[in-house]
C-alpha cells in the first residue's frame, strides 16, 4: 500500500499554526512541553467551535511522561475544562468534549474555516508522526514543529528565539541549545546558529516537502489580467457581431494566412494548433468571445477552401483554394515570360514548382 504524501500547508493554513503559538506564548497554559503539545493539539482541535473531541490515545500517543499530570496542568490554570480521568479512558466510539475557554465565547473568534482547520491540525499530526520524531523527547519535537512552521518556501528560517522558548515552554537557552543540535544530528536540520537578527536555521532536503506553501503573488497592477483583457476586448466589440469580427481578421489575408501553415507544416513536419496560428498573427487567445472569434475565423477559411484538416489534431494545412491560386500564378509567370528568360542560371533560383492540387492531393495529403 502506497503512503500518502504528507498534506502541503497552504501560506494560510501555516499562518493558524503560527497564530497558534503566539496564543500559546502569550497565555502559557502548562509549563513543560509535555503540556505545551497537547494545549497546541486542542487548540487547533478547538479553534473553530470551542471544543476538542479527546481520546485516551491523543495523550498517550504524544508520548507524554505522566499524562493525568499533562491534562491537568491545563486544566489547573482554567485554560482547559476537562475531566483527566474521563479522557484518559475516552475511545474513539465516546470521545472527551473538552473546553478551551478562550474559543468557546464567542464561538469562532478567527473566523477559521472548517477545511483550514483540519488541514492545520492534520499537518501538525503528520509532522509529529515522523519517524525521525517518533522517539524523540516533546521538547525537541515541539521545537521542531515550531521552526518548520515558521520556515519559508526554500526551507530557511529566522526567527526570535525567545518567543520560541516562550510558546514551546523550553527552559532555557541551553534546553533550546540542546533541542536544535539534535535536529541537526537526526537530519531534520543541516544548520542552526544563533545570530544578531535571531535564530537562523535551514530544514534538510527530506523535510521540504513539509514546508508550508508560500503565499501568493501579489498581482502586477499595471499587467492586466485575463478577466480585465477579456472585459477590454468585449467593451471594443460591443455591437459588432462575432461573424463580422471573425471576418475583420482573415479578410484580404487568406492567401497570407494559408501560405503561413505551410511554412510551418515544411518546418515541423505537421500543421499547426489553433493557439499557435493565433499567436503568430496576434489574435487573442482569451477565453469567451476572443477564443469564439478565432474558432470562426477558421472555420470561414476552412469552408472557403483557404485552409483544410481543421477536426484532425495537428492537421491544419493549406486549402484547395490556396493549391489552385498557386497553380494558376505559377501559370501566369510561365506565360508571361519569354524563353529567352530562362537561362540555365535564372531557372535554378526560381521557387520549386508546386503539385497541382490533384497530385497534391494524392500525394502529400
Known sequence: MTRKPDPVLTAHQAGLVRRSFDHLRVEQP????????????CLLRAVRSGTANLVAQDVTGLRVADPHATIS???ASGWLVAIPEVVLSADPATPAACTVSAFSDPVNPWSVSKHNRSRASGWTTRLLANKLLRKKPNSVRITALYITAHADSNGSI??????LLAACALGGQADLATATQT???IGWLTECRFGT?????????????LVPAPPPAIP???????RSRAAAARASTSGVSITMEAAGLITGREAQLAAWVENFRTEHGHGPSWAALATAHGWSRDYGRPHTVTRVALLKLHTSGWLAGLRKPYGLRPGPQYLHQCEADEETATTSSSPSQYSVTQTAQRP???ASFSEATVTLW
Open 352 to 354: 520549386p514548382r508546386r
Open 220 to 226: 502586477d497592477p499595471d499587467k492586466p489580467s485575463r
Open 183 to 185: 535536529l541537526i544530528d
Open 197 to 209: 537578527a535571531g535564530l537562523e536555521a535551514c530544514l534538510a532536503g527530506p523535510i521540504l516537502p
Open 30 to 41: 502548562g509549563t513543560d512541553p509535555d503540556a505545551r503539545l497537547l494545549a497546541l493539539m
Open 73 to 75: 496542568a491545563l486544566t
Open 158 to 163: 529566522l526567527i526570535d528565539p525567545a518567543f
